[in-house]
C-alpha cells in the first residue's frame, strides 16, 4: 500500500481519476490475466522480433570478457 506521504495531492487526484475509468479498468484485467499465461518459445520469439522492430537499430557489439575465476 501506498502511504499518504508519498503522493501529492495532484497526484493523488490522478491516480482516483484513473481508478473511476472504466476502460483503464479493463485494460489491467487484460494485463493481469496477460501476465499469468506462459509463451512457448515461438510466442517469445514473436514478441522479440516485433520488439526489435521498434528500434531497428543495430546494438553494438561488445568483446567478451573472460573471467577465469568468478566467484558468486
Same mark, same amino acid.
Given at each position: 500500500?501506498?502511504?499518504?506521504?508519498?503522493?501529492? /495531492?495532484? /497526484?493523488?487526484?490522478?491516480?482516483?481519476?484513473?481508478?473511476?475509468?472504466?476502460?483503464? @479498468? /479493463?485494460?489491467? @484485467?487484460?494485463?493481469?490475466?496477460?501476465?499469468?499465461?506462459?509463451?512457448?518459445?515461438?510466442?517469445?520469439?514473436?514478441?522479440?522480433?516485433?520488439?526489435?522492430?521498434?528500434?531497428?537499430?543495430?546494438?553494438?557489439?561488445? @568483446?567478451?570478457?573472460?573471467?577465469?575465476?568468478?566467484?558468486?
Amino acid at each position: 500500500m501506498i502511504d499518504d506521504d508519498m503522493l501529492s /495531492e495532484e /497526484e493523488r487526484r490522478e491516480m482516483l481519476e484513473m481508478a473511476k475509468s472504466t476502460k483503464i @479498468r /479493463e485494460e489491467f @484485467r487484460i494485463l493481469k490475466a496477460a501476465s499469468r499465461r506462459s509463451l512457448n518459445v515461438d510466442q517469445l520469439m514473436s514478441f522479440l522480433t516485433g520488439m526489435s522492430e521498434l528500434n531497428p537499430t543495430l546494438v553494438q557489439r561488445t @568483446r567478451f570478457v573472460a573471467y577465469p575465476r568468478a566467484l558468486l
